[in-house]
């Protein structure tokens, strides 16, 4: 229902992007969407265009000039400065730096309070791009930064519906191929180290470990699907609880590196083997992996592949700035064949 300025009001000055929002009873963000060309819901699309006609709302042409200034600063939001973020910055700091920007970062630990504090501090420092892992905990943040013209990439996992650009990697075609592998060594009672399954990619790894066994008729037995919360401590306690069964695994594929180095320290706790009594596959390559004895068999992502496409993803949108038109990267990764998997005896 439209709600009415009182008159003295509306003739004391113009009416304000804040004004429009109240009369039609939307979020301002929804507001800067509709003007900035965003596809947005046909009932908020018809309040606003009414708003705007009762209150003869002109947009600031002064304001609109100065968004168009650009800061030459790209925001980063990592969860953490893990091996892989580690990497990832190292090459995007060099992809960012050839078009003349700088990335402006901020760790937010996974704690939605700093995710949002986060949101507020690149808003106030007027960041052409920002770069980050989508969260449902700022959801609705997100989506009023990209209203007011804030190009958005989203890495690792999504936020759905949002009109914003994507570099993702092959998150289920890549853990069908490594729970392939183990299958094709003869392992039956194969367990999953899954990540949160409220992230995209958490899901779309396990979904890849389901794929795996439905193609060879195995279904999915609930104990061996363990939750590891993407952390070493997460692993850990997933891989005790699985030896704790009555038939243990065979063999464990880890949905992230953390939760790999978390089991391989349970199992050399539990003076278990790999791969002499159990097989490990992670995804995520790590230098470590690669010197541990045995090594370990990884899904590589394609780090400074990842790295390069939010780049140029981003030198493109500021190019052409067009806020209808979404791009949508997907990148292949590797399977690093190691010792840590063998046919089962």
């Known amino acids: 229902m439209i709600e009415e300025l009182g008159g003295d009001a509306a003739k004391r000055r113009p009416a304000t992007i804040l004004d429009v929002a109240k009369t039609a009873n939307v979020a301002v963000g929804t507001v800067s969407r509709y003007l900035n060309g965003y596809t947005i819901r046909r009932g908020n699309r018809e ?7 009762a209150l003869n709302y002109k947009r600031n042409a002064v304001a609109a000039a100065m968004k168009s200034e650009l800061s030459h600063l790209v925001g980063l939001l990592v969860p953490t400065f893990d091996e892989f973020h580690g990497v990832l910055l190292e090459h995007l700091s060099r992809a960012i730096r050839r078009d003349g920007r ?5 760790c937010h630990g996974a704690d939605p309070k700093i995710m949002r504090e986060a949101l507020d501090y690149f808003a106030t420092q007027r960041i052409d791009a920002l770069i980050m892992a989508g969260a449902e905990e700022v959801y609705d943040r997100v989506d009023e930064l990209i209203g007011s013209g804030l190009p958005v990439v989203f890495y690792n996992n999504d936020l759905k519906g949002l009109p914003a650009d994507r570099v993702f990697v092959e998150n289920r075609k890549a853990s069908q191929r490594a729970v392939r592998h183990l299958l094709d060594l003869g392992h039956r009672r ?3 180290l899954s990540g949160d399954q409220h992230d995209s990619s958490g ?3 396990y979904l890849g470990y389901v794929d795996a066994l439905g193609e060879r008729g195995i279904p999915v037995d609930p104990q061996y699907v363990v939750q590891g919360g993407w952390t070493m401590l997460g692993g850990a306690d997933g891989v005790k609880r699985l030896l704790e069964l009555e038939e243990p695994p065979t063999a ?6 953390p939760m790999t180095v978390g089991a391989l320290r349970c199992l050399k706790e539990q003076g278990r083997k790999v791969p002499g009594e159990i097989s490990l596959v992670s995804f995520d390559d790590v230098p470590l992996f690669g010197l541990h004895e045995p090594g370990i068999t990884a899904v590589a992502q394609p780090v400074e592949g990842i790295a390069e496409a939010m780049a140029n ?4 949108r500021l190019a052409r700035p067009d806020p209808r038109a979404s791009r949508a ?8 064949l190691r010792g840590s998997a063998r046919p089962l005896a």
């Open 313 to 316: 993803v981003i030198a493109a």
């Open 252 to 257: 464990i594929f880890s949905a992230n590196y």
């Open 47 to 53: 309040q606003i265009e009414a708003a705007i006609e």
């Open 190 to 192: 194969i367990a999953i």
């Open 102 to 106: 700088a990335l402006l970062i901020y």
């Open 329 to 336: 990267i997907i990148l292949d990764c590797d399977i690093i």
């Open 203 to 205: 899901l779309e790894r």
